[in-house]
């Protein structure tokens, strides 16, 4: 059974910094693309950044480019989410996921999910 376990979340003011890390256990870790995904009060979730399984390629939604970074440790069973540059607009709850197939970018098949951790920008 995969389970994602996220961490890192919290409050920051805009312009700051935080890291999230998404500890993954009960799969083969390194041969999954894995994603990261939002969801802001009142709206629906939506696609932040995914990686490769060998974490060459990334793929990131046109809002967070040049301020966000996936990356990925598959000796430790982990992806992270660098955020830079904070802004309130990013304030939501940010989930792991991991793709289910060959497929790693935006359209895969996201089968697992964690259970959220909340981030919060104040402005």
């Known amino acids: 059974q995969v389970q994602l376990v996220e961490a890192g979340g919290g409050l920051v003011q805009a312009g700051g910094s935080l890291r999230l890390s998404c500890a993954s256990s009960?799969?083969?870790?390194?041969?999954?693309?894995m994603g990261w995904f939002r969801q802001a009060p009142g709206k629906e979730r939506e696609f932040v950044a995914s990686?490769?399984?060998?974490?060459?390629?990334?793929d990131y939604t046109e809002s967070v480019k040049g301020r966000f970074t996936i990356s990925r440790d598959n000796g430790k069973n982990t992806v992270y989410l660098q955020m830079n540059s904070l802004k309130p607009e990013d304030t939501a709850v940010y989930y792991c996921?991991?793709?289910?197939?060959?497929?790693?970018?935006?359209?895969?098949?996201?089968?697992?999910w964690g259970q959220g951790t909340q981030v919060t920008v104040s402005s």
């Open positions: 990686i490769s399984w060998s974490g060459r390629s990334t």
């Open positions: 009960g799969h083969t870790f390194s041969t999954y693309g």
């Open positions: 996921a991991g793709a289910y197939g060959s497929r790693w970018s935006r359209n895969a098949d996201f089968r697992y």
